[in-house]
């Protein structure tokens, strides 16, 4: 039995360390959840990647091609009867804004439906650090932020609830720092949950004029019944001190809140929320007055933008917080301290030595990154336009010039080119076969249908490698383990695109390929160039083996080969391989194509 299935067979009150998503997932089926879906999203990916996929016999899992279609199939579940939890990261959560706005507002009985959705306020692996508390108050629904890896365990039930109590979708926003991160858990209660009797789906439409009753009833009674539940709430916490200096804060701030409190104020007074939206106004109000009334200030500690202190500001309370501009949008300890008045001295910690990161040694991106570099340098390609994905990393090798958001590549090569025509057959756009499969193919079947010639690179490896290896329509098989029937470059084809495909690990067929495509990009076709190579991670265990040398009276110095972590030099000017060397796992291997002298040969081990 695997260790998660453990964990969701074991006596409630257990106790347990977690990592926060691990948590939440093995919460969901404790709580009896019916489903889940999403797609993946650091850091958000290991509810249903390292948990859930583990208990595919408990719960009714998989992996969608985007946020929005993950959404859909949340609520087609719901439609079912089910309960469901959708997981994604904020830039997800835009992605699926149509589906998540339309359905805020149908007050219908159905099963619960819980979005699950991972900050990253630093950021670690996210574009944009844009705090979305201000959509959900826009969309009316009822917001959870958990404060420690017990309630990332309780909150799956807690959504759940209150979703299915209230007719309505529900948020789960957790913060990045408790999703990867571990703590102390008690195993919660194992509950089963009846699936909810629904009734005729017409009411479930959105024409505008059901859309007009659904908005109205929801002002009338959803929103008052929710704000009179948030001001009842237990799961609003005050820790009492001697009243004259508070502070305001929810999710992982109040961690950050109370470790300051153990350490420099044991009379700090602390009012933790737990619902951020509605927000329990009186229950501030409250706090607020009470700590004035002795001449002490109230702080709000919160991470992403100031949206609790706004309303406490509007709400007429002269609280004290992040200013209009601040830089902040993630608390760490020694900002704290600083906050509330105990700086940290000046820091002895020896800082680390920066290194960027890169691709994995052997990764099938190396060579077609090696080939636009050379093209950049000698000016033959003047701008790359990349994606979100392991593309990304060809970054720090002046592989590609921008990179903005999911299947935004494409779109912004066609507008490029569209103004400047001259530079159609000098720039190409890039991406992953997942981030094709995600929202990348619009801008293809875009770019066939303005007839905008140039050349669009998809790398595919076959996996959502970025965040581990999660499988897409481009992987051999799905989260069940059912093969896929989907053909990447049959899709590309029906596009209207013309399809050129060249080996990853064939430096030549690369580069005649590619030039083949920006030939074509010249006479005013559009051509998606597909670059093959499975991830380096997922290739099985027996296509590793393969050892490589070189031949010290051949090679000449010249360091062509030194174009991967597994590759160094030694001594006397010759390379050596390290431990991150794969071998290419039985490919050709990179360095040695790159050698003039072919002074690098392989053996099996």
């Known amino acids: 039995m695997n260790k998660i299935k453990q964990l969701c067979e074991a006596d409630a009150g257990r106790p347990e360390v977690m990592q926060g998503n691990i948590a939440f997932a093995v919460g969901c089926v404790r709580a009896g959840i019916h489903a889940a879906d999403g797609y993946p999203g650091t850091p958000s990916t290991e509810v249903i990647d390292k948990g859930l996929s583990k208990v595919q016999d408990k719960i009714n899992v998989g992996w969608s091609v985007n946020e929005a279609v993950a959404a859909a199939v949340g609520i087609g579940h719901t439609y079912a009867g089910d309960d469901c939890v959708v997981t994604m990261k904020i830039p997800g959560l835009f992605q699926a804004c149509d589906i998540f706005t339309s359905i805020a507002l149908y007050p219908v009985p159905r099963g619960s439906l819980v979005f699950y959705v991972a900050s990253d306020f630093t950021p670690s692996s996210t574009q944009h650090v844009i705090d979305p508390r201000y959509l959900y108050r826009s969309c009316f629904l009822p917001v959870f932020e958990p404060r420690n890896h017990q309630e990332m365990h309780e909150a799956p039930r807690i959504a759940a609830d209150v979703s299915r109590q209230f007719n309505t979708a529900s948020v789960v926003h957790a913060s990045g720092l408790l999703c990867h991160s571990e703590g102390l858990v008690r195993l919660a209660e194992k509950a089963s949950r009846p699936r909810t009797e629904v009734g005729s789906m017409k009411e479930l439409n959105s024409l505008p004029v059901q859309t007009r009753k659904a908005y109205d009833k929801v002002m009338a009674e959803r929103l008052p019944a929710m704000m009179d539940f948030v001001e009842n709430s237990p799961l609003n916490i005050r820790v009492r001190g001697a009243g004259k200096k508070g ?140 994606d979100i994905g392991c593309n990304t990393l060809l970054y720090f090798m002046n592989a590609l010039d921008t990179g903005l958001a999911m299947g935004a590549s494409e779109g912004i090569r066609t507008g490029y080119v569209l103004s400047r025509p001259e530079s159609v057959a000098k720039c190409v756009s890039l991406l992953g076969d997942c981030t094709e499969c995600h ?156 050698c003039p002298a072919k002074a690098i040969s392989t053996s099996r081990r």
């Not at 409190?261 to 009379?267: A, L, T, W, Y």
């Not at 052997?362 to 790359?384: H, N, V």
């Open 439 to 594: 929202s990348g193919m619009d801008a293809t079947r875009n770019a066939v249908f303005r007839n905008v010639a140039g050349v669009k690179i998809v790398l595919d490896n076959n996996w959502i490698a970025m965040t581990g290896g999660q499988p897409s329509p481009a992987s051999p098989c799905n989260l069940a383990g059912q093969p896929t029937h989907f053909d990447l470059v049959e899709a590309l084809r029906a596009q209207g695109a013309e399809v050129m495909v060249a080996d990853a690990y064939n430096l030549k067929e690369v580069r005649s390929t590619l030039r083949d495509a920006l030939a074509a990009a010249k006479e005013g076709r559009f051509v998606t160039l597909v670059i093959r190579g499975t991830c380096i991670r997922k290739v099985p265990a027996a296509d590793y083996g393969q050892e490589l040398h070189v031949d010290e009276q051949l090679c000449k110095r010249c360091g062509n080969c030194l174009i991967c972590p597994g590759i160094e030099m030694g001594e006397n000017g010759v390379p050596r391989w390290n431990n991150l060397c794969t071998g290419c796992v039985s490919k050709n291997p990179a360095c040695g194509q790159m």
């Open 247 to 386: 502070v305001i804060t929810c999710g992982s701030g109040a961690m950050h809140a109370a470790e300051y409190r153990s350490r420099f104020e044991p009379d700090l007074d602390i009012l933790s929320i737990g619902f951020t939206n509605p927000l329990p106004m009186k229950k501030i109000r409250a706090f607020y007055d009470e700590i004035r009334a002795n001449g002490g200030e109230v702080y709000v500690l919160e991470d992403g933008y100031r949206f609790i202190q706004e309303a406490c500001l509007m709400a007429g309370m002269d609280v004290k917080g992040k200013e209009v501009n601040s830089p902040v949008t993630e608390w760490t300890p020694a900002k704290v301290a600083a906050f509330l008045g105990r700086p940290f001295g000046e820091s002895r910690e020896v800082r680390p030595v920066p290194r960027p990161p890169m691709i994995c040694a052997g990764c099938p991106y190396r060579l077609i990154g090696e080939t636009l570099s050379k093209l950049k340098k000698r000016g033959e390609i003047e701008a790359i336009f990349g």
